[in-house]
């Protein structure tokens, strides 16, 4: 089964940090590509970061040089650092598979509850 539960959001003002967790059902977790996605009510879905199984990373423009993604193997969990928060990175973020790095579509029709970050100005 499908198990993806985010967490580690909250309200900051701008320039705040936040660190968002993924925990993921340890059978899917080594195999794939992870991303993180953000959506506004509204809008559609993004995706604003990507982790390989190898380590290597790619970054949406809107989050270059304020977003860090990484992994944790031993514990099935993908990590967001987001620095230098701004109001327009409000949104529900939420994680899922990737086909690749260069691709954004998500593998998995599940998705988790997301995890709510809201940044005041």
């Known amino acids: 089964q499908v198990q993806l539960v985010e967490s580690g959001g909250g309200l900051v003002q701008a320039g705040g940090s936040l660190r968002l967790s993924c925990a993921i059902s340890?059978?899917?977790?080594?195999?794939?590509?992870w991303g993180w996605y953000r959506q506004v009510p509204g809008k559609q879905r993004e995706l604003v970061a990507g982790?390989?199984?190898?380590?290597?990373?790619n970054y949406a423009d809107s989050g270059e040089g304020r977003f860090t993604i990484s992994r944790d193997n031993a514990q099935s969990t993908v990590y967001l650092q987001m620095d230098s928060l701004k109001p327009e990175d409000t949104a529900t973020y939420y994680c899922?598979?990737?086909?690749?790095?260069?691709?954004?579509?998500?593998?998995?029709?599940?998705w988790g509850p997301g995890t709510q970050v809201t940044v005041s100005s």
């Open positions: 982790i390989s199984s190898s380590g290597m990373t």
């Open positions: 899922n598979a990737l086909m690749s790095l260069v691709r954004s579509t998500p593998k998995f029709d599940e």
């Open positions: 340890r059978s899917i977790f080594s195999a794939n590509t």
